[in-house]
């Protein structure tokens, strides 16, 4: 049995830290998050998620992961 994470699913991990970011800059400090600004977050997160994922040989992208 394998444990670890590949590399692909830390690439995808680590593309989550700049909504993640921006979310608990609104929620801790207020800062304004324009609906373009949350489109274009989200548009990031499909992007690398899908880029992500489609590279890696093990990881498969179902439409319930979203």
Known sequence: MRH?????????LLSLFPPLAARFAAVFLRERLSVLKMIAIAFGV???ATLTLSKSSGARLQPATF
């Open 4 to 12: 670890g994470t590949s590399a692909a699913h830390a690439v995808l």
């Open 46 to 48: 499909m992007g690398a």
